[in-house]
């Protein structure tokens, strides 16, 4: 095993909690099951380490009236006095001090209710609540918060950078204390839902759903649903045909269907609460039911049918594009794919069918509109779908704190309905569904660390947060992370959140500019070659030429894209003056000399923007330079190194992104920096 560190469960890092010292001396409970145990086990760890003394005693007994300590209970009568008109429901919890019996009392009406109270009540502590202070009633905004790995069985993770599978070595199934701490880690945010192979499934993948490797999948599966998550699985959807059982995967072929039948049995038999499927089909070379001439909606129904009898469900990607595309057609246009794939198909999914949506049309670009799919279906089940692991945003070499961009895509108003944002719409308040939520490609590996760069934990941390609770800000959850990391300090706190708060905007400021994307060397998808996707098969286009760029996608002279928004956006992107700023190039192709609100030129904002990202890391390296003393030196040291990385990268796509743009326009910085 790998040594792991404990990123924000590191509880003795707090110190400032004040009136609870021989408050919680002891655990009062009648309640059982592993959940239970884990949120006991969770108490007894925190309550020393935060606020010093003895590990609290346990008293696991029938509805004893005890006085001073904690009480776990299902949530009654008594607790809704506290809470006029509150309902916990499947994981909701209520958390109160009693004063008058110096209770601290959590209720919830299941277990995995107690286990998201008491990290409630922990994070709380973190933060120096005091006892009268202490009432809190929650329930998760997302019904499903989910976390897809792209890990593979050899070991490597697709889009991974922050080591290897702590899931996979060479083929086999690792379980030991880190798979134990991931589940607690992963329950300490909220996250009900994790998918442990990557979407992209290869023949050894496929054996997942096998005896081979079936009864391990098991021993994942039982520490997860002891913290209250449930486990998925990656499928192939040619796997009839890659185990040589059957010789097509149509979809509607009845030995296909019985395949998956007999199969979703023997997984249910083994795994009674399995979470269900997620599924890449049709998509970069992916296997799917296009080949059979059959609809997204034959193919996932064919599926959850097959696993409907025992709850499970099926999560189908809508990641499906040309992507044997030329260049030179400017007609097709890959951020129309999804939406022209899937609008035909609304109201035919099956009820436990949800589409996964990436957040964008194109592939979590540092910057893109907000996938129109979001405001078309009406009738059909939907996830969010964004990505932690930094792909196109650094790969955790560099500093992205992603939350602020999330929050911006759950905040957009589709108009598809009175509760048209797009927060209402995967939250199931704007259609009354509950298979919804957001899913998310994670960030983690066998690091010590679990992320690589360690500011890349805030993007997990936050994650799950706002999934859970989608009104905190972005800063409230960034605050909240460095907290419970590097403990109490508000210097420290200040100093890292100022260099995390608008890290999203410095990586946009000296990258791709106004929402064009790409420009990243296509190997690998880390650095600048602004050109690197230009002339290739994968639709990713700026069309650049010596008089402007950007892509046409209005309806009256380009590829049509805007018209997929819900008005008054087809009409706000139909035309350049009324299309956001930051998206201008992605709608549009302007001319360098186009003027933008702030009264420079496009080309001019190309130039500056570009050097004031580089400064901008210039000033976070000062600043991690400024807390040196107070952070543990590994750390510090780690931290330092890849500052000093991101700096090398800044100044290097600086540098390639504003030669190539004197070059093509020929229009010189009118502030005269050099410019290579
Ligand atoms: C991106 C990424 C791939 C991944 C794909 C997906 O294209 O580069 O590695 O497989 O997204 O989301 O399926």
């Given at each position: ?329 400017h007609k097709?246009d890959?951020?129309r ?213 950007g892509i046409d996608r209005s309806v009256a002279t380009g590829t049509g894209y805007a018209g997929q928004y819900?008005e008054p956006w087809s009409s706000l992107y139909e035309r350049p003056e009324t299309t956001?700023?930051?998206?201008l190039?992605f709608f549009h192709h302007m ?86």
């Amino acid at each position: 095993m790998t040594k792991f560190e404990k990123c924000w469960l590191n509880y003795s890092l707090v110190s400032e909690v004040s009136g609870w010292k021989d408050k919680l001396s002891c655990i009062f409970t009648n309640l059982d099951g592993k959940c239970i145990e884990n949120a006991v086990k969770e108490l007894r760890v925190a309550i020393p380490e935060i606020i010093g003394g003895n590990t609290p005693g346990m008293c696991i007994c029938a509805p004893c009236v005890p006085s001073e300590g904690i009480v776990l209970k299902k949530y009654d009568k008594e607790d809704a006095e506290y809470y006029d008109d509150f309902c916990p429901g499947d994981e909701g919890y209520a958390i109160y001090y009693k004063t008058d019996k110096s209770l601290l009392v959590i209720a919830a009406d299941t277990d995995r209710g107690i286990l998201y109270g008491v990290f409630a009540f922990i994070r709380q502590l973190q933060k120096g609540i005091t006892p009268d202070k202490m009432k809190i009633a929650e329930s998760p905004k997302m019904p499903f918060r989910m976390i897809d790995h792209w890990d593979n069985m050899y070991g490597d993770i697709e889009r991974g950078y922050s080591g290897n599978s702590f899931f996979y070595e060479n083929y086999r199934i690792i379980i030991d204390d880190r798979t134990v701490f991931y589940a607690r880690m992963m329950a300490s945010i909220g996250i009900n839902a994790i998918a442990i192979n990557n979407v992209n499934v290869h023949q050894t993948e496929t054996l997942l759903i096998t005896d081979k490797y079936l009864y391990e999948v098991k021993r994942i599966n039982d520490i997860f649903a002891s913290y209250g998550i449930k486990l998925y699985l990656s499928v192939n959807y040619a796997a009839p045909v890659e185990m040589g059982d059957v010789d097509v995967s149509d979809p509607l072929d009845e030995r296909v269907i019985k395949w998956w039948e007999k199969t979703s049995k023997h997984i249910y038999d083994v795994i009674p609460n399995f979470g269900g499927y997620l599924v890449k089909a049709d998509s970069e070379g992916r296997p799917g039911p296009f080949t059979y001439g059959r609809t997204h909606a034959d193919g996932a129904n064919m599926l959850a049918r097959q696993i409907a009898p025992y709850g499970g469900n099926v999560v189908w990607r809508c990641f499906v594009y040309n992507c044997r595309q030329d260049w030179r057609d400017h007609k097709t246009d890959r951020a129309r794919a999804a939406y022209d794939n899937f609008i035909g198909l609304d109201g035919e999914f099956d009820d436990n069918v949800v589409l996964q949506i990436k957040n964008g049309p194109m592939d979590f670009q540092i910057r893109e509109p907000v996938s129109p799919l979001f405001g078309g279906l009406k009738k059909t089940n939907m996830f969010l779908e964004v990505q932690i692991a930094q792909e196109y945003t650094g790969q955790q070499r560099h500093i992205c704190y992603l939350v602020p961009m999330w929050k911006e895509i759950l905040e957009f108003n589709t108009y598809a309905s009175e509760n048209g944002l797009v927060k209402d719409i995967v939250s199931g308040k704007a259609y009354g569904n509950t298979l919804c939520g957001l899913a998310a490609v994670t960030n983690t590996g066998n690091d010590a660390n679990w992320t690589g760069h360690d500011m890349a934990a805030v993007n997990l941390y936050g994650y799950g947060r706002m999934c859970f609770d989608t009104e905190l800000s972005a800063e409230e959850i960034g605050r909240e992370w460095i907290r419970a990391t590097f403990g109490n300090d508000i210097e420290i706190n200040d100093a890292i959140y100022s260099m995390i708060g608008t890290s999203w905007h410095t990586y946009e400021n000296y990258s791709s500019p106004l929402g064009i994307g790409w420009m990243v060397n296509p190997a690998g998808h880390y650095g600048p070659n602004v050109d690197g996707y230009e002339y290739d098969r994968w639709g990713t286009y700026h069309r650049s030429d010596c008089k402007g760029l950007g892509i046409d996608r209005s309806v009256a002279t380009g590829t049509g894209y805007a018209g997929q928004y819900n008005e008054p956006w087809s009409s706000l992107y139909e035309r350049p003056e009324t299309t956001p700023e930051e998206l201008l190039l992605f709608f549009h192709h302007m001319d360098y000399t186009y003027k933008l609100s702030s009264g420079k030129t496009i080309i001019q904002h190309i130039y500056d923007t570009h050097f004031k990202g580089v400064e901008e890391v210039e000033t976070m390296i000062n600043t991690w330079n400024s807390i040196k003393e107070k952070i543990d030196p590994n750390v510090f040291n780690r931290v330092a190194d890849r500052l000093n990385i991101q700096l090398e990268s800044a100044i290097d796509w600086r540098d390639r992104v504003n030669t190539y743009y004197l070059r093509m326009s020929g229009i010189a910085d009118e502030k005269g920096r050099t410019i290579y």
